[in-house]
């Protein structure tokens, strides 16, 4: 059961670098073909700058879940710095129990806003759907939801591989 | 209720919560009183696809922390060595250049220290540098670079005035009005350099003709770089976007294919190091777009600046007592947090006291620069103290005469536009 958990976790964490990986190549090589498409051709694939655009929000959030599991977002660590060794894990606990509620009211008005694209049946480009591009707004949210909810338990980051 | 509630975002900020989600916090709160449904939040981060020059900060940051990951450091200070090393205090020059190289693709993260600290510190104690003269030195230079293209604190400064309206902000000039501030930075601290080490001046190289073309054909895809972003962009043949993916791929294909100094499993990690660095300002960049709407449709601006004019009268005044201000916000904030925070609510209160939006970025900027080795939480000291292994004490010491020198470049920086201004004009 243990061993279950701990491998779904790791397949998680794969699937989450791959797609960054993906992305990120994926935009570099869009980007570059729609410069030559443009100065050669003098035409261009409408559809390549709004799906580039997507790609910047999911390697937003995606870096965020990342960066959940590394311990290294942006923030005022003046404290962390300063107090007693053996306080950290409380320290830890505290800011963790905040930020999982945020996380969580940021799921749940995500999903909301999810289901009213999906109805609203609003697009992104073209006839091509929106709600699922946005899809990573609230799968980001419930998995760093998810991921201070263990901080809150084990008190200390763990080390990522 | 609601003094409570802000009061808690506030202590939630200072305990060590993620940015991203204090604004987020902040902006709940907000919304709730106003009678706001929340899916507004969702809303506004969406809004992130709305604008195609973002894309610019993840694909420069990869580049940046690509390069940082090669031998490029090692190439870079042998070909700047046999360029200048001939120069009195000639290596002071090579690692300011260096340093500046590396800062503006990874903006100050700290990369820069970690990167080069180890190539130079061994290479100022061996050319007669002092040991506590060259830590002041690299810990000062960590952050020098903030201010030239392709800066991503300068693109984030365009991003955000184009977003409020501001007219006459464009990223290009941006660029072109850094260049000489961040020169006479660069100036500064050799020529401070110079004079503090006048006693006993470090030996200088011999040049050697074959030595730095040798060295300058070593490293001559990396030379390209700059090539590619400032010619591309300021000749207006690629937007920064373009110039960005270009730089990029650029960059991926010299390092993994020519040089070799990259292997292909290592991408993963370096893309997950750069993202989770430009993920953090970008979420920050996404939540706060709410937060500053909310801001400014309760007029919050026009609030502070009623307030403050009642006590700063002259322009003058209003722009020391904002050095003051940044620079502090500077040693605790890192810099793109404090970019999107403070922007949206200083640049209109500026533009009342007459202040050209263009000059208030570099000097925002420039500040936050120093505000990263300025005691007691500057946030290099602490690298800096980390990567070679000494006490924090001692890297106060150490940095304090180069703080010092850059604080007047500020000064004068902000007292004369023309230095910012002049060539835009």
Redesign the interface.
């Known amino acids: 059961m243990q061993l279950g958990i701990r491998k779904l976790i790791q397949f998680g964490r794969t699937v989450e670098?791959?797609t960054?990986?993906s992305i990120?190549i994926g935009?570099?090589?869009l980007?570059?073909t729609?410069?030559f498409l443009r100065n050669i051709f003098e035409s261009g694939l409408s559809w390549i700058?709004?799906l580039?655009?997507?790609?910047?929000?999911w390697?937003?959030?995606?870096?965020?879940?990342?960066?959940t599991r590394?311990g290294?977002?942006?923030?005022?660590?003046?404290?962390?710095?300063y107090i007693p060794e053996h306080l950290k894990s409380v320290?830890v606990r505290?800011?963790s129990v905040?930020?999982a509620s945020?996380?969580g009211?940021?799921s749940w008005?995500?999903i909301?806003?999810?289901i009213?694209e999906y109805e609203y049946g609003i697009t992104a480009f073209g006839s091509v759907p929106a709600w699922p591009?946005?899809l990573i707004?609230?799968i980001g949210f419930s998995v760093m939801t998810l991921r201070f909810a263990t901080l809150i338990i084990t008190g200390h980051q763990e080390e990522d591989s | 209720m609601s003094y409570l509630l802000t009061s808690a975002a506030i202590v939630s900020a200072l305990i060590g919560v993620p940015l991203f989600l204090v604004i987020l916090f902040g902006a709940s709160i907000g919304f709730s009183q106003s009678d706001i449904d929340l899916m507004v939040l969702p809303i506004d981060l969406y809004r992130l696809t709305e604008s195609s020059v973002l894309m610019a900060l993840p694909l420069f940051a990869f580049a940046g922390f690509l390069l940082s990951e090669a031998k490029t450091a090692d190439r870079l200070v042998r070909v700047s060595m046999a360029a200048l090393g001939w120069l009195p205090g000639g290596m002071m020059i090579i690692g300011l250049i260096t340093c500046a190289f590396f800062t503006m693709l990874t903006g100050g993260s700290g990369v820069t220290i970690v990167a080069l600290g180890a190539l130079l510190l061994p290479a100022y104690t061996q050319s007669g540098y002092p040991e506590r003269f060259s830590l002041g030195l690299i810990t000062t230079s960590g952050s020098m670079g903030l201010l030239l293209p392709p800066a991503i604190p300068l693109i984030l400064f365009g991003i955000i005035a184009q977003q409020m309206d501001i007219p006459g902000v464009d990223i290009a000039d941006l660029f072109v009005a850094g260049i000489i501030p961040a020169l006479v930075m660069i100036l500064a601290l050799y020529f401070y350099g110079l004079w503090a080490m006048r006693h006993a001046p470090a030996p200088t190289q011999p040049f050697n003709v074959k030595e730095l073309l040798s060295s300058a054909n070593e490293s001559k895809w990396e030379l390209g770089i700059p090539v590619i972003v400032l010619g591309g962009v300021i000749s207006g043949v690629l937007v920064l976007s373009e110039a960005a993916a270009v730089t990029a791929l650029y960059v991926l294909i010299v390092e993994v294919l020519i040089y070799k100094d990259i292997k292909p499993r290592q991408l993963v990690k370096i893309m997950q190091n750069s993202m989770v660095m430009v993920g953090g300002i970008l979420l920050i960049l996404g939540v706060a777009l709410s937060f500053t709407n909310f801001l400014v449709d309760a007029q919050v601006p026009e609030k502070i600046f009623d307030v403050i004019r009642e006590k700063i009268d002259s322009k003058w005044a209003f722009l020391l007592s904002l050095n003051v201000f940044l620079l502090a916000l500077g040693a605790i904030l890192d810099i793109f947090a404090a970019l999107i925070i403070m922007v949206p609510l200083i640049l209109p209160i500026a533009i009342e006291y007459g202040v050209d939006p263009v000059h208030l970025g570099i000097i925002f900027v420039a500040n936050m620069q120093i505000g990263y080795f300025t005691p007691p939480v500057g946030m290099n000291l602490f690298i800096a103290s980390y990567r070679f292994n000494k006490p924090i004490s001692e890297l106060y010491r150490a940095t304090i005469p180069f703080m010092l020198v850059l604080m007047v470049v500020v000064l004068m920086i902000t007292f004369i536009p023309e230095l910012s201004l002049w060539l835009i004009d």
């Not at chain 1, 580039?52 to 929000?57: E, P, Q």
């Not at chain 1, 390697?59 to 960066?67: E, K, R």
């Open positions: 670098d791959y960054l990986v990120l935009m570099m090589l980007a570059v729609q410069i700058d709004p580039v655009r997507i790609g910047v929000l390697i937003a959030l995606i870096g965020a879940m990342i960066g590394k290294g977002h942006i923030s005022i660590d003046i404290l962390a710095q320290l505290v800011t905040i930020s945020i996380c009211l940021m008005v995500s909301k806003f999810l009213e591009f946005e707004i609230p």
